[in-house]
């Protein structure tokens, strides 16, 4: 498989991943703007793009995914609990399913807290193994830190469902398993964001000092630290479910 990670606008991270060997590839958290590469990238590799990904609808930055998905002819997803509230057909995803690639799987975990539709994708090489090499994390379980509860009214709740989302699905993965996050430092999806844009699920259990609260202070923890909001946050939002 090849695989790139994209550093670009308000400290997020982009990916484009697949399969030479099928010429196909899915772009995951585009943001408004680098459309371009993507396809710059797709034309390098020779691939088609036949999914874009959005880990949940964003509100701390424009997401270029419909633009996207429209220029490359692929489908642009979101999670299933986007139904309803987002006014456009998109492809929905549900818990557990898996998107075949070519020779890579992409497998979608639910993982709600971030926003109520956040999803983690984990990703296996078929060339390399039967299980995971790395997993997306979104804004769900970022490098050194957690990502915010993105409702305002709702974080306290949200913040546990977080809770459960880790400890119940991201942290039973193995602990080899790379961790490739949705921001890095500088981003007001979460406080205390390293600069590294890797990890791996071993190191931040070890070392991701949210993960090892038992779930009341995490919740304390969690809602104590948020950041301002985005001031274009509700803007944001709207953009990406108006029809
Ligand atoms: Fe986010």
């Known amino acids: 498989m090849f695989f790139r990670q994209l550093a670009t606008k308000e400290a997020t991270l982009s990916y484009f991943f697949g399969c030479a060997t099928y010429q196909v590839a899915v772009a995951i958290d585009p943001v408004l703007g680098d459309e371009d590469w ?16 959005d880990t949940h609808i964003h509100a701390d930055h424009y997401s270029g995914g419909r633009a996207l998905a429209k220029r490359c002819g692929g489908l642009y997803c979101l999670h299933e609990n986007g ?35 956040s999803i983690c ?3 296996t090489d078929r060339r390399r193994g039967d299980a995971p090499w790395f997993v997306l ?5 970022l490098v050194g830190a957690i990502g915010r ?12 469902e977080l809770y459960d989302s880790l400890h119940r699905r991201i942290l039973t993965l193995p602990a080899e398993i790379e961790l490739y996050p949705g921001h890095t430092s500088g981003s007001a999806c979460g406080a205390g964001i390293s600069g590294k844009p890797v990890s791996t699920i071993g190191f931040e259990k070890r070392w991701n000092p949210m993960l ?8 304390e923890a969690l809602t104590k630290s948020i950041p301002p ?3 274009e946050m509700d803007k944001m939002v709207a953009a990406h479910i108006a029809a």
């Open 229 to 231: 909001r985005p001031t």
């Open 149 to 160: 509860p993105d409702l305002a009214g709702r974080e306290r709740e949200l913040a546990g």
């Open 212 to 219: 090892s609260m038992e779930r009341g202070a995490f919740v």
């Open 121 to 123: 994708l984990a990703v």
């Open 38 to 53: 993507f396809i710059e990238e797709a034309r390098k590799q020779n691939v088609k793009i036949t999914h874009v990904i």
């Open 83 to 117: 139904v309803g509230r987002v006014k456009f057909d998109f492809e929905s995803l549900r818990d557990g399913q898996r998107i075949d690639v070519g020779n890579v799987v992409v497998e979608v975990i639910h993982t709600p807290g971030h926003t109520p539709d």
């Open 137 to 141: 994390t979104g804004d769900s379980m």
